[in-house]
């Protein structure tokens, strides 16, 4: 079960743990609570794999550049 957990880490998982970390750690040497809930945070998303819900970080395309990726796939 845990070789199976570990084994669906990726970078930008593996990055927001590390930051997390690294903010609540900064967090414990400094009287700064907002560091300690960023760190926090970012550590829950790492470990239960969330973020960006539904795709809300997606930058929506226009409807140009949706016109021009057609065409090219059309011109393959």
Same mark, same amino acid.
């Given at each position: 079960?845990?070789?199976?957990?570990?084994?669906?880490?990726?970078?930008?998982?593996?990055?927001?743990?590390?930051?997390?970390?690294?903010?609540?750690? %900064?967090?414990?040497?400094?009287?700064?609570?907002?560091?300690?809930?960023?760190?926090?945070?970012?550590?829950? %998303?790492?470990?239960?794999?969330?973020?960006?819900?539904?795709?809300?970080?997606?930058?929506? %395309?226009?409807?140009? %550049?949706?016109k021009q990726v057609n065409k090219h796939e059309e011109s393959?």
């Open positions: 079960m845990i070789k199976l957990w570990l084994k669906q880490w990726n970078g930008m998982r593996l990055l927001r743990l590390g930051i997390g970390i690294a903010a609540i750690v %900064q967090g414990s040497s400094s009287p700064a609570p907002l560091l300690w809930v960023i760190g926090a945070v970012l550590v829950v %998303q790492a470990v239960m794999n969330i973020g960006c819900m539904g795709g809300a970080c997606a930058v929506p %395309q226009s409807k140009q %550049q949706t393959l």
